[in-house]
């Protein structure tokens, strides 16, 4: 059973950082994508950042040159880097995986198969 456990959110101010981590248990595909979502109160949900196991990396392009998402296959874990972060990126963030995917394809998935509990990510001006 696959289950992806969220940690790092937290508050911060404007133009500050933080890192989520996603460690992901019972999860062994050889071809898989995994990523963040995120989801605002009153707004869609929507991709942030992919990764896939081809290395390939796709990201939204609210964030790009600001977020970087990495993972560490010994540790089953992967993370998000969010720099220079601003109030709107303010949502409760979320670690996804598929497999037999695209880092792309998860990207603007609508419902991938597995999902975490979510953490939260508040930022102030």
């Known amino acids: 059973q696959v289950q992806l456990v969220e940690s790092g959110g937290g508050s911060v101010q404007a133009g500050g950082s933080l890192r989520l981590s996603c460690a992901a248990f019972g999860y062994t595909y050889s071809s898989y994508c995994m990523g963040w979502f995120r989801q605002a109160p009153g707004k869609k949900r929507e991709g942030v950042a992919a990764i896939d196991s081809d290395g390939s990396i796709s990201y939204a392009d609210s964030v790009k040159g600001r977020f970087t998402i990495s993972q560490d296959n010994a540790k089953n874990t992967l993370y998000l880097q969010m720099n220079s972060l601003k109030p709107e990126d303010t949502a409760m963030y979320y670690c996804?995986?598929?497999?037999?995917?695209?880092?792309?394809?998860?990207?603007?998935?609508?419902?991938?198969?597995?999902w975490g509990q979510g953490t939260q990510v508040t930022v102030s001006s």
């Open positions: 996804a995986a598929d497999v037999y995917c695209t880092g792309s394809w998860l990207l603007i998935a609508r419902n991938p198969n597995y």
